[in-house]
């Protein structure tokens, strides 16, 4: 009895100590797999998706200009919609293109990577990474030698910044700074193009807007961020020697647009019966938009990237002044809210389900219209699609992807 249970307790013993190590082995694989998945910020999964095996020689390919007189792009906002048509645009002409985008959900993150994937097949590879990780912008600097930075990534949208207005500090103030802080560092520091808006203009009620018109009178959070972004490129180029020059967009639209602006969503919403809010002025005011079709941005864009000087600092010291320009991009003929949606009707041969609304305060202007003289003279810059054009490419655009037809 007594042998019988002490080989027994040994048994026992033992099968208590290899249940104890499989749970132990259990509980360390739990504790890996929730760090791993669970305790890891966005930030440092991004990290580890970003320097797997083969990232950098795919940024070292991606940057590589085709021809020996090239440049070589860092494209901020490169998934986005204005982004990913300039980095297509660059590319195509044989400049090397490296993109970078967070890809946040400020609208359906589906569409940023679909022109992802327009992007990788013409050989643009867009790093997933946030302008405010300067340890990640570092690190691509260390890699390649940017002649140029093209800096489209920002938090746009008017009306959202009553939702949501740490998004536009956090990308277009502390972001925007972040960028600038490592390319004065670089050696040598590359020339910076960014997006601006014609939202700077604020309540400025002098029209057509010039670049020397007052700016000082915002109507949103995002326009004061645009507004503050210029006099920030204005302090690093003054104290940097770094070139900058600032695109003032006009309401811009077309293929591939943003899901967030009243054209797409008025599409969205007259193909599904849904009724649209046209916001109207009060005593007769009109509430009009110059809207601007993304070929003509893109061309605007390409042309102040070839005409920046070189920054004229390194390694974070000024040698001597820097170029800083800012240029108004529009289409030069504002279009009635009304008439858009009229355009939109005849293109899509459905009636929209309208109602008049009194312009909300929601950070709107009432009006825009570009004077586009500067960048004509500067940039040879001169639009040349009219909304009904455009508007007809955006429609077909958005039937094919979405893959709808038109009610007859
Ligand atoms: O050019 C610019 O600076 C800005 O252009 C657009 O802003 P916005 O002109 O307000 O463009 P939408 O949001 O598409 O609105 C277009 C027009 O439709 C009107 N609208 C908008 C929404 C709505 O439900 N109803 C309506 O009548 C707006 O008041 C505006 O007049 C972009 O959203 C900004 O990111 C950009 O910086």
Partial sequence: MTRFSSANRFRFQFSISKYAF???????????????????????????????KGWEQRVLSS???????????????????????????????????VGLDNFNNYYDVSLKHDRRAMLESSGVFIVDGDINDQVLLKKLFSI???????????????RYAMKNPASYIDS???????????????????AIIWASSSSVYGLNSKVPFSETDRTDQPASLYAATKKAGEEIAHSYNHIYGLSI??????????????????YFFFTKDILQGNSIRIFEGGKGGVVARDFTYIDDIVKGCLAALDTAEKSTGSGGKKMRPAQLRV??????????????????????????RRVATPMPRNGDVMYTHANISLAEKELGYKPTTDLRSGLEKFVKWYLTYYNQSTVN
């Fill in 327 to 352: 240029y108004n991009l529009g289409n030069t003929s504002p279009v009635e809210v009304g008439s858009l949606v009229s355009i939109l009707e005849r293109l899509l041969k459905v009636k929209a």
């Fill in 144 to 158: 390649v030698q940017f002649t140029h930075v093209m800096h489209l990534a920002a938090q746009a949208g008017v």
């Fill in 63 to 97: 940057a590589s200009p085709r021809s020996s007189t090239g440049s070589t792009v860092l494209v901020t906002g490169a998934a986005g919609f204005i982004g990913s048509h300039v980095s297509a645009a660059l590319r195509n002409r044989g400049d090397g293109v």
């Fill in 22 to 52: 499989w749970w132990c082995l259990f509980f360390i694989v739990l504790l890996c797999f929730v760090s791993n998945h669970l305790l890891l910020s966005d930030n440092d999964r991004r990290l580890l998706r970003n320097r797997g």
């Fill in 172 to 190: 277009n103030l502390s972001g925007f700074v972040n960028l600038l802080e490592v390319c004065k560092e670089a050696k040598p520091q590359p």
């Fill in 245 to 262: 020059t600032g695109l003032r967009f006009f309401t811009v639209y077309g293929p591939w647009g943003r899901p967030d602006m009243a």
